[in-house]
């Protein structure tokens, strides 16, 4: 008697990611390619890169305060992992199917914070950086010159290493994409991904509105900040 295939899990639809984390998340990569591009023209568009380095601090506090208050795939306890579940997680990393995760896999949430703490330095040494020609930092008058020469030594090292950083993370999507079949984009885009394990798990949304009121917090610290 033939036996009976047992079909996997139709998938689903998941709600993932909410707006102002797909908001932030995309308007963080213009804003970091405008801020890249003018740092290398240099001259007047320095004051562009002032500009795009301001707006990327004030996201990054929105992010640091959403972490805490969002909603429950964009909270850091959602996807800073332990060691124990990142070893487990890299086992499976040539597995396919890929073992489901909600929101970030331990790996990928490392990735994430490695990033975050990369920017914060890229924006917080920015302020106080100088190029010994025309061009200082907003908080340039509160260290000495030898204290912006080594932040702007930082500064400029930084730059490469959060350029390697984003290109690892650019592999990795492409990775997913067309070895685990797995699309990481598009749930960044529509919010939704499929969910093809067992029950889902609850994901709870946070208030747009809390977002907004965060997000004018976070554009007044950094405007109180540079001024």
Known sequence: MARRRTRPPRPRSLFVWDLPTRLFHWVLVGLVLLAYLTGRLGGNAMELHLRAGEAILALLLFRLAWGFLGSTASRFSSFAAGPRAVWRYARTLFVRPTPPHPGHNPLGGWSVLAMLALLFVQAGTGLFANDDI??????????????????????????????????????????????????????????????????????????????????????????????
Do not use: Q
């Open 134 to 227: 025309f061009f200082t930092g907003p908080l340039y008058p509160w260290v000495s010159k030898a204290a912006s020469d080594r932040l702007t030594r930082i500064h400029l090292l930084n730059r490469w290493i959060l350029a390697a950083t984003a290109c690892v993370h650019i592999a990795a999507v492409l990775f997913y994409l067309l070895y685990k079949r797995e699309n990481l984009i598009l749930p960044m885009i529509t919010g939704k991904k499929r969910w093809r394990g067992g029950p889902p798990p609850p994901m709870r949304r946070a208030s747009t509105v809390l977002a907004f009121l965060l997000a004018l917090a976070s554009c007044g610290a950094a405007w109180l900040l540079v001024r």
